[in-house]
């Protein structure tokens, strides 16, 4: 069977079993309710206490589920002046938790879209996608040095990527866009990449050739 979520197969283990049997014949069905009817000295908080210590921890919190608690965790660590950050193959119920909080995944995702299509619209190659993750991939590790000079004269400051981190004849500058960039921002990036583009080669390089391959009346301005 493989439809279920017993990943380390625990479920059925004979401790687990008679301890939930006893639990509920001491506490009777209670035990299963929410943990917000369960006050005092009830064997639901002795076992948070319990689990906390074992994990070393202040104190410990115990869900019904996995889902309450993706949803409860961005909800209480998270609101409109946090950015959030996601895979977008993450569980539902932890986007659930990140729009509940109100965080500002959007403000993300707008960022990259905004300076991508703007740098892709100049000419330069960034394989599509839609990650906050650009790479200008100058190609040969002299013209990355001369990327990074131009870049940084302009007050703009990526990571480096060449021989052996990248294969050879690859190597290129990383743009990590955020969720606190500004629209300014973006827009001295674009002007300081449209600025640039004579002083690095930028027609010379080989991803470039492979962008207006792709898109032959695409004419950067």
Known sequence: ML???DYLCL????RLVQAAADAVEQEGLGAMMSSLFQRGAHPRHTLERGLAALLRAESGVLCQSGYCANVGLPECLADEQVPVYIDRMAHMSLWRGIRSAGARRQRLHANAAYLRGHLEALGYDLDGGAAQILALQSGLEVQTLR???ALEARGIFGSVFCDPATPVKH???RLSVH????????DHVVDACREIREEVGLSSWASTRRHEARHPAALPA
Do not use: Q, T
Request: aromatic share 0%; no cysteine.
């Open 3 to 5: 439809n279920g979520n």
């Open 171 to 173: 190597s290129l500058v």
């Open 11 to 14: 479920a059925r283990h004979p």
């Open 147 to 149: 990327l990074k000079d």
């Open 179 to 186: 969720s606190e960039l500004s629209r300014d921002d973006l």
